[in-house]
């Protein structure tokens, strides 16, 4: 065999490989047409100042929530499949290499093979480049959060006897009381921190008088933060600013309708409660 003919086989074997890992890697998109631009996370100036109810407010800010996971998705995909082409290419075209296909000649460079997979490393370049610009998050999201505050737990997260919380269908099952969130005391001005990051979607009164900050996270999720002071130490947070773990959202007040200066903390997925204690670290 020649050495031309063995070169073709090495490199067609090569784009045989990385065909079908990609075709496995990739959702079929036959019967989709052209793949869609990403979606864009919203700018702060399209985000809504004040909403009717506090469903409203958790609906839209999980659906930026969404779009910040579905483009870390699609920036992950794109990095696996640039690394993917970049680990064949060096494969083939460097003999030195445990497992190199053929030796560096003075016309592989011209194969095209070659130059796919040269195409698909700029191709998935390109993409990341795009999916960061339009918001997404250029590392994956935590594992585990931190508590934004330090305190006391004065009210846990589920069923309750208190008759100010309201009724709930939670998993099947209807509870006349329902607490969406866990209360956490503590002095007022006490800091409030980012327990992990996220995109501020509304920083603000709502209809009952609670200073508010909700945030949208890159895994989907969403936190509301309640109650938060609105004085000297209000929020300096607003919607479309991003922090990272241990950033300074707000600080404990005695806004809206509260006995006493606490923290109420809700964590929402795909718009239903989820208990915050189930995301912090053992």
Request: proline share 7%; aromatic share 6%.
């Amino acid at each position: 065999m020649s050495i031309h003919n063995a070169r073709l086989r090495a490199l067609t074997a090569a784009m045989i490989t990385l065909g079908c890992l990609f075709a496995l890697a990739t959702p079929a998109r036959a019967d989709e047409g052209p793949a869609a631009p990403p979606r864009a996370i919203p700018q702060a100036r399209s985000i809504p100042r004040s909403f009717g109810s506090y469903d409203a407010l958790t609906a839209m800010a999980s659906a930026v929530a969404a779009d910040q996971a579905t483009l870390y998705a699609q920036l992950a995909a794109a990095r696996a499949e640039g690394e993917l082409a970049r680990s064949i290419l060096l494969a083939i075209v460097n003999p030195r290499l445990r497992g190199g296909l053929i030796r560096i000649e003075a016309n592989v460079n011209d194969e095209p093979a070659l130059g796919a997979l040269r195409a698909e490393i700029v191709s998935a370049a390109s993409t990341e480049t795009r999916l960061l610009e339009s918001g997404a998050s250029a590392t994956a999201p935590a594992a585990t959060w931190q508590r934004p505050l330090a305190g006391e737990v004065s009210q846990p997260f589920g069923p309750t006897y208190l008759g100010l919380e309201p009724a709930r269908l939670y998993k099947g099952t209807y509870y006349s009381h329902f607490h969406e969130g866990l209360d956490i005391t503590a002095p007022r001005g006490t800091p409030i921190i980012a327990p992990a990051r996220g995109r501020v979607v509304f920083a603000g009164r709502m209809m009952d008088g609670a200073q508010v900050v909700v945030l949208a996270h890159d895994n989907g999720l969403v936190s509301l933060y309640a109650h938060l002071d609105a004085g000297p130490l209000a929020p300096t947070v607003k919607a479309g600013d991003l922090v990272e773990p241990g950033d300074r959202i707000g600080s404990v007040g005695l806004t809206g309708l509260t006995t006493g200066y606490h923290l109420h903390w809700a964590v929402y997925k795909n718009g239903d409660p989820l208990d915050p204690v189930s995301l912090l670290a053992r």
